[in-house]
Structure formats: structure tokens, C-alpha cells
């Protein structure tokens, strides 16, 4: 099997395209089996590059059988690392660019790779470009118009939905934050945008990115609150439970939210995204601008509302947090506003 198996991985670099694309086709199939991937994997260093030259060189169907080998292998960590190290980062941006328009399964399939390899360190950095200034954030910003022009309501055919996930693991680095952040590059108010969708990959991918960046509030407050009429319904209408509000209540509100508020709804069923919609206010309200933003659009009421009926222990927990901190500083601080607004 051992012999076989090398002969194999010498078929990928065959100078014939038909013997070429057969090798891929039956490596494909080996890395979707266990015995099939321990043994790609105990062969790594030539079976690496191999599919590399072959995702980069070929068209048609031996690109994409090469590219779904890829996706299998880097489930594994430290393959992921060894990939990046190869290059496989910027392969696989490259073959996007210029073949995915024609050959959108092998965009599908480069962008899960791209998922795998940004879950290890080194590829968020190949991703970010980390250390050249002129390019850092050009591979970013070609997700990002991606992920935002090509949004779909059947899943089978959002070809680009994936990206989420990809944002969502650059976000979990500063840097990676502070690309999405910066104001005259617009990212996070774009991919806010997507929250939209009813694709749910979409929505959560969003929800982690935007609860993500928050971690930076207490440096980015005013770059978060620059992009506020798209933040709050985001964070805020997940949260807001199915009741249709009070005329009272939604004069308090952003026209936004407040249309949305004004008659039944469907309910956000994926707790995770309630959730970190949570986490993202959590952070946001523990700066005193940040507080002050949320007030202004009855954010209080808002969760007030949402807890009634939330019933899932961990989203309890996350709005209790947020009442505790308002306790101790927002009531009291909207109480004084009160007082001095009084002739």
C-alpha cells in the first residue's frame, strides 16, 4: 500500500493533464476516510506541495479535486501550519482572484480552506499580510467585497458564505481587529451590513466579528459609535424578544429599530448569536460613551424586554450582566441627566 500510495502522489506531478486529474480525483477520496488521511499525512512533505502545484497549475476539475484534498488535510492543525508555511495563503487568494468567477465550486472550496488554515496563528497572519505595510489588508478587503457582494438566499449557491467564519477567526487578533476596524477602510460597516441575510452561517459569522472587535472598545469606542446606525439593530434586535412594542417605548428609538419593533417578529433561534450580540453590548456599555449611545436608543428597555422571555441559562446570564452594570452606572447616570434637564 506504501508503494502504491507514493506512485500515486508522483501521479499528481505527471506531465499528463488526464493522469494528473485521475491522481486528484483518488487522492481526494483517500482524504475522506481517516486510513485515507493518516496516510496522506504520514507523507506530508511530498503530498503537500504536490497538491499545492496542482491547485495553483490546473484547471477544471483537477484544481478542484486538489483543493477539496486540501480542505480535508487542513483539519488537522499542524498540517494547517505546515500548508501556511508552504505558501497555501497566498495560493489559494491568488486562484481565487483569478479563477473563481469561472469555477465557483473551487471558490467554495478555497475559501473552507482558508477557514482551516486561519484557525492556526501563522495563517491569520499570511492572511492579514502581517509585516508588509504597502499590502497589509489587501487579501482582507477581497473577502470582504466577496462576502458582501454575493449573499444568497439558497445556501447551495452562496458560494462566499464561509468568509464568515474566516472574519470571525481574524477577529480574534488584534491586528486582525485592527484591520477591520480602521475607519477609512470601512470593513466592519460592510460586513454589519450582512447581518441581514438569512443565511444563519451569515448572521453568526457577523455576530462573532462585530462581538469580537468589541473587545477593542475601550481604544475604538468612537470609531464603533461612528458606524452606529447599523451596529444597533444588529446587536439590538436579536435581543429584543417577539412582543411588538409600545408606541411610548419605539418614540425613544431609531426609526430602524423602531419599525422593526412595532409588530410581530420572528424570534433569532440560534442562541449563540443572541449571545454574542450580548457580549458585543457588554463591552460597548462598559465605556461611558458607549453608555450614553445606548441609552439614546432605549437600549435598556430593549434587553428589559428581550429577558422576559429568553430562555436559554447562558443568554440569561449574558443579559444579567449587562443589567448589573447599568445598575451600577447607567441608571444612575440617566437619573442625573434627568435631574439637571428639570427647569
Given at each position: 500500500?506504501?508503494d ?14 488526464q ?19 493518516r496516510?496522506l ?6 503530498a ?5 502545484r ?32 508552504l505558501?497555501?495563503?497566498?495560493a489559494?487568494?491568488?486562484v ?7 469555477q ?18 501563522s ?17 482582507v478587503?477581497?473577502l ?25 477567526n ?18 466592519l460597516?460592510?460586513?454589519i ?57 419605539r ?27 450580548l ?16 441609552w ?47 427647569p
Amino acid at each position: 500500500m506504501a508503494d502504491e500510495l507514493d506512485e500515486l502522489l508522483d501521479f499528481l506531478s505527471n506531465t499528463s493533464p488526464q493522469v494528473r486529474g485521475a491522481a486528484a480525483d483518488i487522492v481526494r477520496g483517500l482524504t475522506g476516510d481517516g486510513d485515507g488521511l493518516r496516510s496522506l499525512a504520514a507523507r506530508a512533505d511530498r503530498a503537500l506541495p504536490a497538491l499545492l502545484r496542482l491547485l495553483a497549475s490546473a484547471g477544471g476539475g483537477a484544481g478542484e479535486a486538489a483543493a477539496d484534498s486540501l480542505v480535508n488535510l487542513s483539519q488537522d492543525a499542524d498540517l494547517a501550519a505546515r500548508l501556511v508555511a508552504l505558501g497555501a495563503v497566498a495560493a489559494a487568494m491568488d486562484v481565487m482572484v483569478k479563477r473563481g468567477a469561472e469555477q465557483p465550486k473551487l471558490a467554495r472550496s478555497l475559501v473552507m480552506l482558508l477557514v482551516n488554515l486561519t484557525q492556526v496563528e501563522s495563517g491569520i497572519a499570511a492572511l492579514l499580510q502581517v509585516g508588509d505595510e504597502k499590502v497589509q489588508g489587501l487579501y482582507v478587503a477581497k473577502l470582504v467585497r466577496s462576502f458582501c457582494r454575493s449573499s444568497s438566499d439558497s445556501e447551495d449557491e452562496d458560494i462566499f458564505e464561509h468568509i464568515a467564519s474566516i472574519l470571525v477567526n481574524i477577529s480574534k487578533v488584534e491586528a486582525g481587529r485592527r484591520v477591520l476596524m480602521e475607519p477609512k477602510r470601512g470593513f466592519l460597516k460592510q460586513i454589519i451590513r450582512q447581518f441581514d441575510s438569512t443565511n444563519q452561517l451569515r448572521k453568526k459569522g457577523v455576530a462573532g466579528t462585530i462581538r469580537n472587535c468589541c473587545f477593542e472598545a475601550d481604544t475604538q469606542i468612537q470609531n464603533l459609535l461612528s458606524i452606529a446606525e447599523y451596529l444597533w439593530p444588529a446587536l439590538l434586535l436579536p435581543v429584543a424578544g417577539k412582543k411588538i412594542y409600545s408606541e411610548e417605548d419605539r418614540s425613544k428609538m431609531p426609526l430602524e429599530i423602531a419599525n422593526a419593533l412595532s409588530h410581530e417578529r420572528e424570534a433569532v433561534d440560534d442562541s449563540e448569536i443572541r449571545e454574542r450580540a450580548l457580549e458585543a453590548i457588554y463591552m460597548i456599555v462598559m465605556q461611558d460613551d458607549g453608555r450614553k449611545a445606548f441609552w439614546s436608543v432605549n437600549g435598556p428597555r430593549i434587553l428589559e424586554v428581550g429577558y422576559e422571555d429568553e430562555e436559554d441559562l447562558k443568554v440569561v446570564g449574558a443579559y444579567e450582566l449587562i443589567g448589573s452594570l447599568l445598575v451600577g452606572k447607567g441608571e444612575i447616570e440617566q437619573d442625573q441627566e434627568q435631574v439637571e434637564e428639570k427647569p
